[in-house]
């Protein structure tokens, strides 16, 4: 009976390397925190970056991560393509997709957090900074 292992090693330099690349993209200062949709090489390169997120994902976050990556990547290139008073309605149409979405996507944040040991703004829960009201209040 042949068997097939992956060593640890490989399986922690896979999930390193997906750390380390979630982390640039998840960077405010990275290509998808800048995105300029009339400038088609930033959409592209971060594009190339959540392809290449969705290719080196660990297999327990695998699935996930391709899902996100892919919506994104959608989203992405069909904003790019459109006129800017197009882009509201064009991201409406995304509207169902990204509710399908929602889970992968916690799911990709709780990883990162968990496994990779980084910290998200989550859109998914209230923010925690004041607003300019309550700064004048106190």
Not at 34 to 56: H, W
Not at 89 to 109: G, I, M, S, Y
Request: glycine share 4%; net charge negative; hydrophobic share 35%.
């Amino acid at each position: 009976m042949t068997g097939f292992a992956c060593s640890t090693d490989s399986v922690e330099e896979n999930s390193s390397s997906f750390c380390r690349a979630l982390e640039i993209l998840a960077n405010p200062n990275s290509s998808l925190g800048n995105l300029d949709f009339d400038n088609p090489k930033s959409v592209n390169q971060t594009v190339a970056d959540l392809i290449e997120l969705g290719e080196i994902a660990p297999a327990s976050i695998a699935d996930d991560t391709q899902s996100v990556a892919s919506l994104y990547e959608d989203i992405l290139l069909k904003l790019v393509s459109v006129s800017p008073n197009q882009r509201t309605n064009e991201l409406r149409k995304f509207q169902n997709e990204l509710d399908n979405v929602t889970t992968a996507a916690r799911a990709l944040e709780s990883y990162g957090e968990i496994e990779c040991g980084l910290v998200f703004t989550s859109p998914f829960e209230p923010s925690t900074v004041p607003t300019p009201s309550e700064i004048q209040d106190e």
